[in-house]
């Protein structure tokens, strides 16, 4: 699939699920994305970050939830997909009681007053200047999009020095004895959930294709490396079915 093929594709299979992507993510993970995203947020949140980036913030969990842990800090939740922002919208209005979805960038944000914005947005060209964030993150988002170093550039571009990222991703267990019993899970018992809870099985076989293509964890942390990211290192959790890299912009 070239670039733009992918990415036409991943906007399509976004804009069909948008409404039912929050229930799906509870059952496919068994609700384990949940915990993984407060150990991400708890994290990023220890060194009191002023203004926070969320790339491929989807229906805004984490983007929400960082404004929650972190009130007097700027949380913007980027992503290319208008229908998920809506639910993301939608989310932050009825828990924080204010969201407010943009298509510009720095200069619209400047004159806004709002401290949790969504913006639309393509990770690959971040509309934003550079070393303007003193965090970011991206979770379930990277294996989604069609040049990863592209994507890590971007977000080493936009942090500032010492700006801290960190990259929540679906992994394949490294251990013989998972790895099969979960690839079974993925390729089919989840497409079948998929069928008879949202009736969308295509879109669900894209999360095992997408994350079979994807970098191994040593993959990622050596690109992030590669990009200029200092101290890299990664957790593993459920035998490796996901991983947390972090990085310093040095
Ligand atoms: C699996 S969802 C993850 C949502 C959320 N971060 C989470 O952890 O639940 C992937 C998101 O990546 C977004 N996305 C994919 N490619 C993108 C791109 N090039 N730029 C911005 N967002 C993108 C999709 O629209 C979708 O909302």
């Not at 070239?2 to 496919?28: A, C, E, P, Q, T």
């Not at 915990?35 to 060194?47: G, H, Q």
């Not at 002023?50 to 969990?61: E, N, P, Q, S, V």
């Not at 089919?188 to 964890?217: I, Q, R």
Request: with cysteine.
């Amino acid at each position: 699939m070239s670039s733009f093929d992918k990415s036409k594709y991943v906007h399509g299979v976004f804009s069909r699920i948008s409404d039912k992507y929050d229930v799906m993510n509870d059952l496919g993970s068994l609700g384990f994305h949940r915990i993984w995203k407060a150990k991400m947020v708890k994290e990023l949140a220890k060194a009191q970050p002023k203004r926070i980036l969320d790339i491929a913030c989807g229906t805004g969990d984490i983007a929400i939830a960082l404004a929650k842990a972190l009130p007097a800090a700027e949380v913007i939740g980027l992503d290319f997909n208008g229908a998920m922002l809506q639910v993301a919208n939608s989310r932050a209005a009825a828990e924080l009681g204010h969201g407010f979805i943009i298509e510009g960038s720095d200069d619209t944000l400047a004159k806004s007053t709002n401290k949790l914005h969504f913006v639309v947005g393509n990770a690959m060209e971040l509309p934003f200047a550079n070393e303007s964030f003193d965090a970011a993150c991206i979770s379930f988002g990277l294996r989604n999009m069609p040049d990863y170093a592209q994507v890590l550039k971007e977000i080493f571009r936009v942090l500032k020095p010492k700006g801290k990222l960190y990259c929540l991703e679906a992994s394949y267990p490294t251990h013989k004895l998972v790895r099969s019993p979960f690839k079974l899970y993925f390729k089919h018992w989840l497409p079948t959930l998929a069928k008879l809870v949202v009736n969308s099985p295509e879109e669900y076989a894209w999360l095992n294709t997408s994350t079979e293509a994807f970098l191994s964890k040593d993959e990622l942390a050596f690109l992030m490396e590669s990009t200029g990211f200092a101290s890299v290192s990664y957790k593993s959790f459920l035998s490796g079915a996901a991983a947390l890299h972090h990085g310093t912009k040095g």
